[in-house]
């Protein structure tokens, strides 16, 4: 392997690290110190109060780290003062007492208070520090924090199938399955990476989804929260998705006792007045509770909302070889046009296409009137 290969292969596995915290309001971020080809500690952050990835892998060191080099997913932060108000070392600091020789980081802070700093304070300490080594990867996997500290929101992923000719579910409201097991387990695997999963109550009424990950490995082992938009709770008390830590989203009008029931169940309920009950107003009370990135998995008319309201960034659309017909079978847009004219459409960027078995993956990123995507 080459210098090049074998740095990719140690940030690799430094990204995977990072996916073991949920870390929220804090980004993930996962560390590697290695000497030689010999890998002397992992670390990852788990959240405020708990130690940076950088402190985590050196406190942890099976041998001397005085030589060794450090792979991080971000830059190493140059914070005195803790959450609680105590004094704490910076994590740049902790790479020098540690001896630490080289640094590779494979993106810099968006926080002001580090931003380029720490990198400047290793190379003023006399470390060689490289850095945007698999770049994007991390800024993808740092996507919900920076989308909280870019828009105050979650990053909002939309996740639909349908039927070539573009139905949900049939006439009659039979939708499963769309699409065949290999794309549903890749649904799972979209879900692993996922805080929450939101569905409207007109999902819950028709289909009663669970709404969790099942079948594939979820690397935090916890799983995504869900979350239904109900403005006068009508979801049954006996669905599914009743459980506890469920966020349900309501207004003022639900009925008390409906409330209290939900409540009773361990549900988290979140209520606005019915005229602030917009997407906009809600998505930052959701980055509020911890969830960076959600993803949209409701019928037609809450997606519609969301699409309206500008609140999705990136686009999962299965594609099922299948042809259902019929004039009033669900659609995976519904509620007033997005667009009036076909030149006034939302348009995607970043496509890329994917097999499942029979079935095709579209992804791509909306872009909204000349705002590129800042995530
Ligand atoms: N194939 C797929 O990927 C997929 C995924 C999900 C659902 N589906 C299908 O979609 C169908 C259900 O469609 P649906 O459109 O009724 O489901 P939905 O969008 O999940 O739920 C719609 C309901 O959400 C509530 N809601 C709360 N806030 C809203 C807002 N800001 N904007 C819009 N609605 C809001 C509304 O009820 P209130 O006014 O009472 O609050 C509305 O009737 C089912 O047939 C299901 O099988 C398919």
Same mark, same amino acid.
């Given at each position: 392997?080459?210098?090049?290969?074998?740095?990719?292969?140690?940030?690799?596995? /430094?990204?995977?690290?990072?996916?073991? #915290?949920?870390? +929220?309001?804090?980004?993930?971020?996962?560390?590697?110190?290695?000497?030689?080809?010999?890998?002397?500690?992992?670390?990852?952050?788990?959240?405020?109060?708990?130690?940076?990835?950088?402190?985590?892998?050196?406190?942890?060191?099976?041998?001397?780290?005085?030589?060794?080099?450090?792979?991080?997913?971000?830059? =190493?932060?140059?914070?005195?003062?803790?959450?609680?108000?105590?004094?704490?070392?910076?994590?740049w600091?902790?790479?020098?007492?540690?001896?630490?020789?080289?640094v590779?980081?494979?993106?810099?802070?968006?926080?002001?208070?580090? /931003?380029?700093?720490?990198i400047q304070q290793l190379r003023d300490s006399g470390i060689h520090v490289?850095?945007?080594?698999?770049?994007?990867?991390?800024?993808?996997?740092?996507?919900? %924090?920076?989308?909280?500290?870019?828009? #105050?929101?979650? %990053?909002?992923?939309?996740?639909?199938?349908?039927?070539?000719?573009?139905?949900?579910?049939?006439? !009659? !409201?039979?939708?499963?399955?769309?699409?065949?097991? =290999?794309?549903?387990?890749?649904? +799972?695997?979209?879900?692993?990476?996922?805080?929450?999963?939101?569905? &409207?109550?007109?999902?819950?009424?028709?289909?009663?989804?669970?709404?969790?990950?099942?079948?594939?490995?979820?690397?935090? &082992?916890?799983? =995504?929260?869900?979350?239904?938009?109900?403005?006068?709770?009508?979801? $049954?008390?006996?669905?599914?998705?009743?459980?506890?830590?469920?966020?349900?989203?309501?207004?003022?009008?639900?009925?008390?006792?409906?409330?209290?029931?939900?409540?009773?169940?361990?549900?988290?309920?979140?209520?606005?007045?019915?005229?602030?009950?917009?997407?906009?107003?809600?998505? $930052?009370?959701?980055?509020?509770?911890?969830?960076?990135?959600?993803?949209?998995?409701?019928? !037609?008319?809450?997606?519609?909302? %969301?699409?309206?309201?500008?609140?999705?960034?990136?686009?999962?659309? %299965?594609?099922?070889?299948?042809?259902? !017909?019929?004039?009033? /079978?669900?659609?995976?847009?519904?509620?007033?046009?997005?667009?009036?004219?076909?030149?006034?459409?939302?348009?995607?960027?970043?496509?890329?296409?994917?097999?499942?078995?029979?079935?095709?993956?579209?992804?791509?990123?909306?872009?909204?009137?000349?705002?590129? /995507?800042?995530?």
């Open positions: 392997m080459t210098a090049n290969a074998v740095d990719s292969e140690w940030m690799r596995l /430094a990204l995977r690290l990072a996916l073991k #915290g949920r870390p +929220h309001p804090n980004p993930p971020v996962g560390a590697v110190v290695v000497k030689g080809d010999v890998v002397l500690a992992r670390g990852w952050h788990d959240g405020p109060g708990t130690p940076h990835a950088e402190h985590m892998a050196l406190a942890s060191c099976i041998g001397d780290a005085v030589g060794a080099t450090l792979y991080v997913t971000l830059e =190493p932060c140059c914070h005195t003062i803790g959450r609680d108000g105590g004094q704490r070392i910076p994590c600091q902790r790479c020098v007492d540690a001896g630490i020789t080289r590779v980081i494979a993106c810099e802070d968006i926080d002001p208070r580090t /931003a380029g700093m720490g490289d850095v945007r080594l698999l770049h994007n990867k991390a800024v993808y996997q740092q996507r919900g %924090f920076r989308s909280i500290q870019a828009t #105050g929101r979650p %990053f909002v992923i939309h996740k639909v199938a349908t039927t070539l000719d573009g139905h949900t579910a049939c006439e !009659g !409201g039979d939708s499963r399955w769309i699409t065949s097991e =290999p794309a549903r387990k890749a649904v +799972h695997r979209l879900r692993a990476a996922c805080d929450a999963i939101i569905v &409207g109550v007109g999902t819950v009424i028709a289909d009663d989804p669970e709404l969790t990950v099942r079948s594939v490995s979820l690397p935090s &082992g916890r799983q =995504p929260r869900g979350v239904v938009f109900d403005r006068t709770l009508r979801m $049954p008390l006996s669905a599914r998705i009743v459980r506890p830590g469920t966020v349900i989203v309501t207004t003022t009008a639900a009925p008390k006792a409906s409330m209290t029931a939900l409540q009773d169940k361990g549900c988290h309920i979140l209520t606005l007045d019915v005229d602030r009950y917009t997407v906009e107003n809600i998505l $930052p009370l959701l980055a509020d509770l911890g969830l960076g990135i959600v993803l949209l998995e409701a019928g !037609g008319l809450l997606t519609g909302s %969301f699409y309206r309201a500008r609140c999705v960034d990136e686009v999962n659309w %299965f594609l099922a070889p299948k042809l259902v !017909g019929g004039g009033s /079978a669900p659609v995976g847009l519904a509620g007033s046009p997005l667009a009036t004219r076909m030149n006034g459409a939302i348009e995607l960027t970043q496509m890329r296409m994917h097999r499942y078995g029979v079935d095709v993956l579209i992804t791509g990123r909306p872009v909204w009137e000349g705002r590129e /995507a800042e995530i």
